[in-house]
């Protein structure tokens, strides 16, 4: 008989985790910056934070130094902060009527950011806020920064047309949260990735859905989960899901909903979740190697 001994010793556990140290390392997160995320797709947010002309959005996750703008050409991505005493003039998300007035002085500019008014100087200072190229893709706003998103995400394009799962028509923006993380953002992805935490991290959205009907689309540039409606649907496990169990069921008639949920990620950080008549994007923001600032955006 043969002794396979010499052969099972020679292999080796499969390294399927990365070190610890890739989590602290100063020096690593700078690398990360600088090859993964200075290329990657820069999310800004959805069209429907700007639906209207006049509304503007301050991009919370720059400390609002720069906001969407719609204008009645489109979406502009300007600075917002002025060119005469560097304050920030737009808060948080409304409707500036016809122009930007900086609140210290009352430089005036245009929403695509072209100073038009400087009280009190006898001549016109020529600084216009500086505005960025936005690409659109289905309502989805990024900074162009040569990032062919269209390419990244064509296989799942149908998805967010109408009819589609992922489709925005008819939504609105309910309101935007930010969830500051005091870890590294590959842990963040890391657990979203796995489905192995939602039953014992998440007892009401565990009793929603199930992974044991999982679904997986994958790509080079992103991935789809899509799960099923959970055996247990009818007997919510929190109070706040009962209350959500409640408001799906009533507005659906009582009919069950077809599908428990949708979790799309386009790599490294954008997250598209579809639920019952509701729609979240979240991003998340690297702000150091322990620290990461995601933004959800409920729809």
Known sequence: MSDLSPALNALHRSRTQLPVSVYFDESLYKEELAR???????????????PE???YYALAQEGEGRALVRTPDGIELISNVCRHRQAVMLKGRGNSRHNIVCPLHRWTYSHKGELIGAPHFDHDPCLNLNNYKVRNWNGLLFEDNGRDIAADLAGIDARFKPGGDLDFSGFVLDRVELHECNYNW??????????????????????FVTCDDLRWDMAKEYSVQTVGVA???DKPGSDVYKKWHDVVMKYRNGEKPTQGAVWL???????????????VVSNMYPQGPQ???NVVEFY
Do not use: C
């Open 291 to 293: 620290k990461t600032l």
């Open 36 to 50: 993964i995320f200075q290329s990657g797709p820069r999310y800004l947010g959805h069209a429907l934070s700007v």
């Open 186 to 207: 590959k842990t963040f992805i890391e657990v979203y990735l796995e489905d192995y935490h939602v039953g014992p991290f998440h007892p009401g959205l565990g009793n």
């Open 265 to 279: 990620t386009y790599y490294p950080t954008m997250m598209v979740e579809w639920y019952p008549h509701v729609l």
């Open 53 to 55: 002309v006049g509304d």
């Open 231 to 233: 055996s247990t649907f």
